[in-house]
């Protein structure tokens, strides 16, 4: 599932291509969206990530909202070139066209007035303070992991980078979130800033299916720790690197460094 680092490179991306450029047609090929008819005429004019949603404010005054999900990517291609397979919509501009691929089809879109009530959740970019995590997790006994991942609390933060993230901070995945000392919530927030960055840098992590938005790979599973790399060495201390199930996510940490 694409997160943080892959929306924020598809948005970056959207910006050098279709910003400003006129909606010529969008198309839906999929019943269970909704259609796309208002996106005619009008012109995206901002975008933005807000969690893993792609968020396009529209010269019409209305936003276009997009959520990928898990097998959601999206596609910029020349005007005659031939429809992808497991292609959900299409939003044609004056210099190429915007395809959705999805084939589980999980993508959700949506076009509605500007909500004035924006969500609560931190944004891991943000110069969020520690604090702020460490009162959020308060009486909370789940796992740091899922906490982390917890969409209300943080936007965008999947398994991939929450694995990461822990191993970077020499935080066991399933402590308690409420057992984390203030210097543990200090790492965790300074390990979330470099990771992220460092793969917006990379245009995501490439493990299965994640391309941007011209069908490249990204770079960044060059540089995992932990994520996928089981039996393998830690690269911090040498002891044997893990996979556990947590709520049922395969999750990937060093026993030995991270406690
Ligand atoms: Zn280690």
Redesign the pocket.
Same mark, same amino acid.
């Given at each position: 599932m694409p997160e943080l680092p892959e929306v924020e490179t598809l948005c970056r991306q959207l910006k050098k291509t279709a910003l400003f450029m006129e909606i010529l047609d969008a198309r839906v090929f999929d019943p269970k969206l909704m259609p796309l008819d208002r996106l005619k005429g009008t012109k995206i004019i901002a975008t933005c990530r807000e969690g893993k949603s792609i968020k396009m404010t529209l010269a019409s005054g209305m936003e276009f909202l997009l959520h990928l999900r898990m097998t959601g990517r999206l596609l910029w291609q020349g005007k005659d070139s031939p429809l992808p397979s497991h292609a959900r919509f299409t939003v044609s501009f004056e210099n190429g066209i915007l395809v959705c691929i999805d084939p589980r089809r999980f993508a959700t879109v949506c076009i509605q007035h500007p909500q004035y009530f924006t969500s609560a959740a931190i944004d891991p970019l943000s110069s969020f303070l520690p604090q702020q995590l460490s009162t959020l997790a308060e009486r909370r006994s789940l796992p740091i992991k899922n906490f982390l991942m917890e969409q209300g609390v943080i936007g965008g933060i999947g398994n991939i980078y929450a694995c990461e993230i822990l191993?970077e901070a /020499?935080i066991n995945p399933s402590r308690k979130a409420k057992s984390l000392s203030a210097t543990e919530w200090e790492k965790i927030a300074q390990a979330t800033h470099s990771i992220l960055k460092r793969a917006i840098c990379c245009r995501g992590t490439t493990i299965s299916d994640w391309r941007d938005l011209f069908g490249q790979k990204g770079t960044y599973q060059a540089y995992l720790k932990v994520y996928a790399r089981e039996g393998q060495k830690?690269?911090?201390?040498? /002891?044997v690197?893990h996979r556990a199930s947590l709520s049922g996510r395969g999750t990937y940490y060093?026993?030995?460094?991270?406690r």
């Open positions: 191993h /020499a830690c690269l911090r201390c040498n /002891a690197i060093c026993p030995s460094c991270q």
